[in-house]
């Protein structure tokens, strides 16, 4: 199974930064989401997701540390977050921890909703 490694850009600010490793199940997603088209931007995401479920069959853990994400990347990462929800709840091990600026308090509301949402638990950090 192929790592995803999609690096910013300061052609493209507005598409996260993302990082997912098959070899350790470490999915990193970073920066800002707002792009058109959300959807074709988080599909081969969430296609590796369900691929590595099912193939890989280990531990994941997912780390978001998005500043900023519009109301489509909000559906996308909740589709995410209920596909990892059903992983769990089969068995699988599954840690999700989310990254917030301390002066963003909007962010751990919006974090609290993924989580009751999704039913999966959500472990808030702030940046360093």
Partial sequence: MENILI?????????PEVNFNASSGLCEIAGESYMEETYKFFLPLTS????YINIVNKNIELNIKLIYLNTSSTKCILD???????????????KVVWYYDKEDPDMI???????AESGIKIELREFN
């Fill in 80 to 94: 995410i977050l209920e596909i990892l929800k059903n992983y769990e709840d089969k068995g699988g091990k599954v």
């Fill in 7 to 15: 690096k910013s850009s300061p052609d493209t600010p507005y598409f």
């Fill in 48 to 51: 590796w997701i369900k691929d």
């Fill in 109 to 115: 509301d919006e974090v609290e909703d993924f989580e």
